[in-house]
């Protein structure tokens, strides 16, 4: 297939494009590659995926302008992303996530291309709910200005449905963590943290939950994905997906785990955030039985594979 991956040069579409790659298909990446995070591992990342059935064109999603027009589907990765950005970054939540989506979507429309991807967030959940999070039954009510740019593709992609002839695919993804990942993340920060002896700045005390999800569990989810909408005869239809670990871990012992397994003692600096979720807690069940989905990777095991490669990546 052709494939068009927006966000190429991001974290989950760096090893996505790797992977479609080693099966055979021809990728076209798109990135701004903007300066929310460190630009050398995005165009190491970049560089790694160069190659005869990939090419890489760096623009604004806002303004694509390709001349391919014969794609089998479209993958929207690209976004500003994070909770928590400065006060003079949160414009790209609107600029990126809402208007860059509706550019994308119009895109699609213009070329043809029926068959669309795109990633949500756990973020679009509200956290009230101790049950796990469903994608037919929690109820919607993000905390940040991110969870509500994400909430407000999922409508759109709604409303894109029910006036043409598509069928679209979000997945809303649990805390993606491991090799390559982003610095902004807490594991990655707080491991550059411990290995420099910096002041960690941690979050109501550690005291909240995420289903991290390691990246080869949620490419395992993405290709299952893929193989949905391609089959699928259901146009006009919008399904959403679940794609986490089942399996939440809480702050603090993420940052204990970091401390052992680093043989280093953290600086912890304490303060409150009321635009973090308590807790996330992925329902897999939908995911599972349409997509084949069935995360493997447990936290200790992923973590430690991402340090090896922090290790090697900072050598």
Known sequence: MKILVTGSSGFIGFHLIKKLLNEGHKVIGIDN??????????????????????????????HINLEETDFDLAINLAAQAGVRVPKKMEHLYEHSN???????CNFCLGHNINKVIYASSSSVYSDGDLNKFCENFTNLKPKSKYGMSKLANERYASRMVENNDLSMVGLRFFSVYGPFGRPDMAYY????????????????????????????????????????????KNVNKNEIFNLGNDCPVKTIDLLRFLERRLNMESIIKNIESKNESIRTHADITKAKNLLGYDPKVDFNDGINSFLNWH?????
């Open 98 to 104: 809402i208007q860059g989506f509706k550019s994308f």
């Open 311 to 315: 290790d090697s990546y900072e050598a």
């Open 189 to 232: 920060s707080f491991t550059e943290a411990l290995k420099r002896n910096n002041v960690i700045t941690l979050n109501n005390e550690g005291n909240m939950y995420r289903d991290m999800t390691y990246i080869e569990d949620i490419i395992h989810g993405i290709l299952g994905s893929i193989k949905f909408v391609i089959d699928s």
């Open 33 to 62: 590659i903007s300066n929310y995070y460190c630009l050398k591992l995005k165009k190491h990342r970049t560089a790694k995926l160069l190659s005869k059935n990939f090419r890489f064109v760096e623009c604004d999603i806002n």
